[in-house]
DNA sequence: AAGTGATGCATCGGATTGATATATAACATT
DNA sequence: AATGTTATATATCAATCCGATGCATCACTT
């Protein structure tokens, strides 16, 4: 798996940043869907890239305001990013509670089962809509474009699934609830 | 995120098992596509659960073999599970590697990113052909089998998508390295 | 008889997660 | 004017998790 290390090498890789905009980078930009990192991994990540020399800290303009670290990628970085980049990613991996609760629905209410599936979806729906007006209005390079692309073909597969399959597990449950 | 002990008392609900049963659910069972633990976080766990009283070890029958320990789940486990499985579940994530690598394809060679695409839609189908056979012999409970599904409707979404736009992305990588 | 691979337990360092703490600025609310 | 809320911004810390490694036995092949 790759490390927060390269994730942050990758994000300066496009322009000057703070460790609190890496973050946003991770919970709003089109890497949101495929990569995570947390304040707790980013600082430290940043401090470890100051030592090896792979990103510098720019002076900052003295403006006031709480101190905000920019930092730049280095050369060495970007070899650094190389590096990572071509190496054989790892497989893909999907976490999904939902899925694991899903599995042992046997022993929930068939109607909190439906309301967990119900809510799910309307979680899809809304980030397929949010996705759809940025696809067509933010500016993205042809990669970016592409995992953007990804993930809205991926939340589609999910929602469609859930919708077109709902019942019949709810129907299943509803089943075995009589039985005992 | 729903923790490893969880995931150990899930499996466990279904019957007893070992630390080694365990893992095997994570790398081959319905289970796998969704959730993931190694033996680093599994043995810790069933520790925990043991001090908890929430599995006990079933007193093993002396076969002489490299002392295998089959756990079993208390009535105080059960209820640990079904507390955790009504907490509502977090969002679902997706880590891909590949993904990340791909949003900077234009820092790769043409060729290289045409290949890991190419090697990462075989992966796919090849698990796709393997869910196919094993969905239609293997016996599964309704939520299993939903699991199942979803995995198998995500990763012909994700196969897709793949050999649909591999050449878009390709292609452009090759118009900015002609320009270059 | 030697090798390979599956079964099985266990540990350990390093990395990550998730929660928490602190502080300023901008904005809205009462 | 005072209060509350949200966004900006850095940082730490315990608990947990990951990945690699080590050890030993059994089954099967070559």
Redesign the pocket.
């Known amino acids: 798996?790759?490390?927060?290390?390269t994730?942050c090498l990758g994000v300066l890789s496009r322009g000057d940043a703070?460790?609190?905009?890496?973050?946003?980078e991770f919970e709003e930009g089109p890497l949101s869907h495929f990569s995570?990192?947390?304040?707790?991994?980013i600082?430290?990540?940043?401090?470890?890239l100051l030592d090896e020399g792979q990103i510098v800290m720019l002076p900052h303009n003295g403006d006031?305001?709480?101190?905000?670290?920019?930092?730049r990628i280095t050369p060495a970085g970007r070899h650094a990013l190389y590096q990572a980049l071509i190496k054989t990613p790892?497989a893909d991996k999907l976490?999904s509670d939902l899925m694991f609760i899903l599995s042992f629905g046997h022993l929930l209410p068939p109607r909190h089962l439906d309301r967990i599936i119900g809510d799910r979806i309307s979680d899809y729906r809304q980030m397929i809509a949010t996705l759809e007006v940025e696809g067509s209005t933010a500016h993205r390079t042809p990669g970016e474009r592409f995992v953007e692309g990804m993930g809205l073909a991926i939340y589609r597969a999910v929602a469609g699934y859930l919708e077109e399959h709902r019942h019949e597990l709810v129907a299943a449950a509803l089943m075995e609830s009589q039985v005992a």
Not at 1 to 5: G, H, L, P, R, S
Not at 36 to 41: E, K, L, P, T, V
Not at 64 to 69: A, C, E, L, S, T
């Open positions: 798996m790759i490390d927060v290390k994730l703070s460790g609190y905009e890496i973050r946003k995570d990192a947390g304040f707790g991994s600082y430290p990540a940043l401090k470890r006031g305001r709480p101190d905000k670290k920019l930092y790892s976490r």
